[in-house]
């Protein structure tokens, strides 16, 4: 899940298990602290910003209270986090620049391979990929042509 975009997703997501993930507080609490920390705000810094009050944070992070999804979606749209990152078990690996053929994850179909260089693009701006085409194949609907200048523009 990329992030709850609409009410819907919201919805969804709510009775797919948002209950289930804030039983265990301890979870979101210490987890709330590492990333503000992270960040470098202040309890206060992070509620001014978020539109909450300074016990609100206070409270989550001590798990005195179990947040609301509205709350925490304020608290991480402050983070630039999602859902999913604040809750993934999983730390994203280190940086790494070279891959072998067997760490790239085909994104492709109709015979056209997208390879996606990384496993994960959690945290990361950018995918890029590595595209092989079939003898034969189109990227577009119709084919494009162009007259030829009869002299080089340079």
Same mark, same amino acid.
């Given at each position: 899940?990329?992030?709850?975009? &609409?009410?819907?997703? &919201?919805?969804?997501?709510?009775?797919?298990?948002?209950?289930?993930?804030?039983?265990?507080?301890?979870?979101?609490? %210490?987890?709330?602290?590492?990333?503000?920390?992270?960040?470098?705000?202040?309890?206060?810094? /992070?509620?001014?910003?978020?539109?909450?009050?300074?016990?609100?944070?206070? !409270?989550?992070?001590?798990?005195?209270?179990?947040?609301?999804?509205? &709350?925490?979606?304020?608290?991480?749209?402050?983070?630039?986090?999602? /859902?999913?990152?604040?809750?993934?078990?999983? &730390?994203?690996?280190?940086?790494?620049?070279? !891959?072998?053929?067997?760490?790239?994850? %085909?994104?492709?179909?109709?015979?056209?391979?997208?390879?996606?260089?990384?496993?994960?693009?959690?945290?990361? =701006?950018?995918?890029?990929?590595?595209?092989?085409? =079939?003898?034969?194949?189109?990227?577009?609907?119709?084919?494009?042509?162009?007259?030829?200048?009869?002299?080089?523009?340079?």
């Amino acid at each position: 899940m990329a992030g709850l975009s &609409t009410l819907r997703d &919201t919805r969804r997501f709510d009775a797919l298990g948002w209950q289930a993930m804030i039983q265990d507080d301890a979870l979101i609490g %210490n987890r709330l602290r590492n990333f503000r920390e992270a960040k470098g705000l202040s309890q206060r810094e /992070l509620a001014r910003q978020a539109g909450l009050t300074h016990g609100t944070i206070s !409270f989550i992070e001590r798990d005195k209270i179990s947040p609301s999804i509205g &709350t925490m979606r304020q608290i991480l749209d402050t983070l630039g986090l999602t /859902l999913s990152e604040f809750f993934a078990t999983e &730390t994203p690996p280190a940086s790494k620049y070279f !891959f072998a053929h067997g760490e790239l994850v %085909n994104v492709g179909s109709g015979g056209v391979d997208l390879l996606q260089l990384g496993q994960s693009l959690v945290g990361r =701006p950018l995918q890029v990929l590595l595209e092989f085409y =079939p003898p034969g194949a189109e990227t577009a609907g119709s084919l494009t042509a162009w007259k030829a200048a009869k002299k080089a523009p340079w």
